[in-house]
Every structure is written in structure tokens, then in C-alpha cells.
């Protein structure tokens, strides 16, 4: 199978036509697109483009409402909890984390809950958007069950992903974000769409014993990342983004890949820490870079070539990308055509082909 | 070696005499005894009463302020900065803790941030503090070096503990409290002190090689949890404790078991969210027993015997080391005779052997 690099402005006006012809309005459009295209350029194919079969039935389906009503329907000073109304998770999420920002700056510090929210894409789009307020970005969600507690073999807990982001001086910012599970469920999902197999250790089948093929995985359970401990943080993301804004939790959730009638009704959960309110802003920055040269300067292990930040490889891979084009497999391509066929959209995906 | 159990009353009336013997107001040293006892009784014997010696030695040396001014520098309505002013962690910590817990009660949710703090026990004891408030609580704080980052074999991190706490109805307290290291550097410094060796995998040597001797793996560095994950994980910890608080960060913070005359100028960060202001408490409450009840209903994984909640285990000890009295090993003994016959103490820990 041949690799196929995209050119991603022309994917990201496809999804922009999609979403328009199933309802969706153009700024909104625009922002899932954005979101999408961005998980991709990240190298985190996972979280882009694949998504689109599964948004279109869901939109196609009536699960996601293309034309919400977003509601804050609780307001203090300091938190917000908004009423997303199955809105794309993108739309919402973006404009929960702005209010958020902007409560931060006149508090010092906020936090922002979403419920009747669906599938967001990557966590750090949304702790990202802190960074040119200078601020420190939190973003967690809840996801459908696909990952077992520590001790059980059930699909019980979401990937439940947790992201933060802190902006730096002249380096790169942090940007710490991870799935839960050992590795994130899109991972999977792709290695079904394309026929391949998982590495061992990623996932169990139904019966609890450990698999390398991909359906099975998705019809059994992942593991939490580093024993009790991973499989505890999950639990946390998941009374912060299901409990605490009143959306569904565990094995509750509705699934992205299925039901396309329903809407999943996950929660978000995000933080803004306002950096100049603790800190001068520079002298922060400035011992931000400081940290990272002594991290960086660390005697290295063996077999390792160099010492990553949080997020630095997703920086140095979406460099790549835009120039380059980013790389999608063939299963991902013909989803997407079948897509162009339906819906007769003018954006050809055959035509983003760049290699 | 006979095992040694002690009567955590007595264990606390010893530690307040000799902090008075130092110095410390009545009521600073009961709490800081409390925090210690409270380690001993939750069965982390690494963050209990073996500390008496470092924190008697600093205390002699200077190094911890009895009598701190400690100060609100910067303050807004959701987030505050305290000088600690070389307090002992626990006296500090409860002060930042209890102010950002009324902080978020006026609005909806607030962080603290604690700079020129010293050790400060376990963190689950700050988190806590927020549940008799219907809140859930956050506690971070960063510590000397003795970890390595992901790739590297240099002592450049703290272990870097995370705790979480929130409150649930009928069940137990969900409280997640891990050190970001794959075990807390107080279970290495005890098998230190008692000439135990460490399992395989916890540390490497100063020359990047893995180790099971104590003396060695304190010489060397500890490795994070989950790989990459933990390791950002504690990075980040390190940003919110070291960077943004103004205390010090990675390798530049003092140690606790050496230098007497120097501060470790370590930092805390705290947050508390008022959960009545997201959603009804009761509702909340009950959720949160109902995710419980089916994390708990999970299938079971071929040897565990049960599913343990964050938290679970150490609720279990402690009811157990109320009845029983908590175990401590014959050095610790040493070291607390050692005080007793330096300082003249009337409370003799010889006595407080109940078995």
C-alpha cells in the first residue's frame, strides 16, 4: 500500500463542505475542520480526519445537532457549567474555553464544565488556546468505555485524556497530553480501518486475555498507562468531565462509532491559571526555558538520542506536515470518498494527493 | 527483628513535645505532628514519623523556621501567593489550603500557591481538607531531585506527588495520591534506614544502571511512572509547584535530609473546586457511589481479588493502625530515641510499644 500525503488545506476545506451540506453553519464548520486537520498535522491521525465517517453518521443520524443550542446554564466568577446541546465537540468546546480564559483574567483563575458534549478531537486543541493569554491551559474529557479499571478485565472507564499547557520563552511550550489507556483508542480504531495489527500489551479481547488484533481490542478493553496509577487518574477525568458537569460517565457514554441517532453526552473539563496574577510573566517564561535546557541537559539512557518536552515531537511533526503534507492510510482515503460520492461535495480527496 | 507497633497518640504527643522543645508554637507543632501520624496511620511509614529525624536536624540547623512570618504576597479573588517563610510544609500548607477553600466558596473555584515551603508530608492530607466542604481538593508540591526525566539517567526531578480528593455519598472519599516517580523516594529512604534492599525496576544507580540497594538507588535516580506519561506528568507538577509559585524548581531545590542550616524552598499548589456550585452536592454524591458500585461490579483480572477504589487501601490501614497501633521498624526507633536522649523529652518512644 502506497502512502498517501494530503495537502491540508484542501482536507480541511472538505470537512468545511461536509459539515455545510449536513447543516452545520460556516464558522462552526471552520472550527471542527481547524480541530480536525490540527490532530493530523500533530501527527495524531488518530484524532483527525478518520474521525469524519463517524461525525458525518452521527450529524446524518440526528446524534450530533448541527445547529445547538449552547446554554451556560450555572455562572460564578470563578466556573461556568454549559449545556453544549450535542453540539459538535469542537464548537463547544472552543467557546467553553474561552469564557473560561476570560474569567480567569478577572479572577485569577477559572474553570469551565460541558455537558451533552460529543467527541473533541485532541485535548490539547483546547488547553492550547491559554497560551497567547498567558495563562496555563487545563483540558480533560471522559470518552465511551473502552479501557478497564486496574483489577478488572470490563470496558468501564473512557481513554479519558488529560492535557496542559504552559508557555515558555524562547522554547517550544509544554504541552502535556495523553490518553489514560496505554495507548489512545483512535490508535486502534485506525489499525482496524487499515487491517493491521495492535503490539501486544495495548489491549485485552472480551474474555480478558491479551490480544494483537485490532477488532478484538475494540471489542474488548485497553489498559490504563502505569498500573493503578494511570487507572486512577482515569477515574479522576472521569468525575471532573462526567460527574462534575452533570454529563454521562463510564459505561454510560454513548459511542462516537456507533448509534448514529445518539448523541454521546461526554463532558469537558477545563482550567485557566492566570500566570501574571502568581508570577511576572517573564521571569516565568524565562525559568520555564531554564528548566527545559536542564532537562534537556540530562545524561541520556541508553538507546535514547534525545530528551522530549511534553508536546515537542507534535511540534516537530506538524512543521513536517505542513510542508510536507500529512499522511493518511487508504482505508482513511476511501471513508472519506464515499463521503464525496454521497454527498456529491466538490473537494475531491483523490486530488489532495501530494506524493 | 520483632515488629514494632506503636500507639499513634503517644507517637504524636512525642513529636509535639520535641517540636516545642524546638521552638515551634503549640499549635504548629500539633499540626505538623497530626500530618506525620496521619502518614503513619494511612500506612505510608515513608511519610511518617522516620521524617522526625530531618525535620528535628533542620529545625537545630535553621534551615526550618519555628516561628515563620509567613505572608499573603499576591492575592485575587479565585488564586493567592504565600511566602512560607521556611515553615515547617504541614503549618504552611493547612493555612494556604484552608484560605483557597474559602476562596472558592465565594467563587465557585481558586488555587494556592506556596513558595519558600519545605516538606510537607502527604499531599492527600491538603486535598482532603476540602471534603468536609463539599469540594473536591488538589494538592502538588515538588521535591529535591531524585528522579530522572524519560530518556535521561540525571537526578533532575522530584518524585512530584499528585493527590485528588472528592467526596462521595455512602461510600468512601475517592482520593488519589501518587508520587510521579514509580515509588515515593520515603519507602526508599525507609529501607534505607533499616538495610533493606528495594525491588528491581524502582531506581538506577549514579551510572544509569538498575539497582536494588537503597544506599545506591538514593546515590542514583529514581525512574517515573508509565514512562514518557509520569514523566511529563511530574514535569508539569514541577511548572505548577516550583515555577509558578516563585519557589525553586528541578535540581536547584534544597534536600530535606541533608544541609540543616538551608530551607528547601520547595512549592505547594493547591486548588478547590466548590462542587455545589456545578451541581446539586446530593446528586453528586450519589454519582459518584453509583461509579464506584460499577467500577467495583467489574469483571475481575486473574488475581485480584478485589478492585480498590483511589484511596480505598489507606482508609482500610488506617482503621486498622487505630486498632492495632502503626508499625514502625527498630531504625526508626533508633532515630527517635536519639531525639528523645538529645533533647530530654519526658515522652519515651520505648514505651509506646503496644506488641
Redesign the interface.
Known sequence: MAEIYVNPQKAKEFCIEAFEVLGVPKQDAETVATNLVEGELRGLGSHGVSRMKFYINKLEGGGFNPKPDIKII?E????L?MDADNALGAVAGTKAMSMCIEK?K??????A?VRKGNHFGIAAFYSMMALEHNM?GFATCNSNSLM???????R??GTNPIS?A?PAGKRLP?V?D?ATSLVASGKIIVADIEGKPIPEGWAMDKD?KSTTNAKEALEGALLP??????S??S??V???S?????AL???HIGELRGSPEKGQDVGFFY?A???D???DVNT?KT??DQ?ID??K??????G?E?????GELEFIKKEANLRNGFKIGSGVLKDLMDIKNKYGLKSNPEEWLEV
Chains 1, 2 share one sequence.
Do not use: H, Q
Open positions: 450555572r460564578r466568577p470563578s466556573m457549567v480567569a478577572k479572577t485569577g483563575s477559572a474553570c464544565a496555563i478497564a479499571v486496574y483489577g478488572g478485565t470490563s468501564i472507564l496542559i504552559v509544554l502535556f495523553a480478558g498507562f502505569g498500573g493503578y496509577k494511570g486512577g487518574l477515574i479522576m472521569d468525575v471532573f462526567g460527574i462534575l458537569t452533570g460517565f463510564g459505561l482550567g491559571v492566570d500566570i496574577s502568581f508570577e516565568f525559568r520555564v528548566m536542564e532537562l541537559a540530562s545524561k541520556k539512557a541508553e535514547a534525545r530528551i522530549y518536552m511534553p
